[in-house]
Nanobody, 123 residues
Framework: QVQLVESGGGSVQAGGSLRLACAAPELIFSTYSMGWFRQAPGKEREGVASINSYGSTSISDSVKGRFTISRDNAKNTLYLQMNTLKPEDTATYYC?????????????????WGQGIQVTVSS
């Protein structure tokens, strides 16, 4: 099982920003596709954004223009910069990794998951 450790969550007011990070110390990180997903209470887990080893990204329409996914292969770390946060962004955010070259934010395509981190946006 791949170890993925999320950090950077917390509580923020609407319109604010947060940056999530996902450390993957054991991976040959540069070769993996990485993604961010979220799950709100009572809802199914949904894809937010992904980035593959070529740097190609997929972004959910619900966050396009507000969230940016990036990766630092030298630090084995994935990031999600979240700006202009809305109350509907409140969820547990999960990091995911897959050894295949993915261009997908479908939850069924991903093999390895972090424990998740809470993001709460108040109005």
């Amino acid at each position: 099982q791949v170890q993925l450790v999320e950090s950077g969550g917390g509580s923020v007011q609407a319109g604010g920003s947060l940056r999530l990070a996902c450390a993957a110390p054991e991976l040959i990180f540069s070769t993996y596709s990485m993604g961010w997903f979220r799950q709100a209470p009572g809802k199914e887990r949904e894809g937010v954004a992904s980035i593959n080893s070529y740097g190609s990204t997929s972004i959910s329409d619900s966050v396009k223009g507000r969230f940016t996914i990036s990766r630092d292969n030298a630090k084995n770390t994935l990031y999600l910069q979240m700006n202009t946060l809305k109350p509907e962004d409140t969820a547990t955010y999960y990091c995911a990794a897959d050894s295949r070259l993915l261009h997908s934010i479908s939850t069924t395509d991903w093999d390895n998951w972090g424990q998740g981190i809470q993001v709460t946006v108040s109005s």
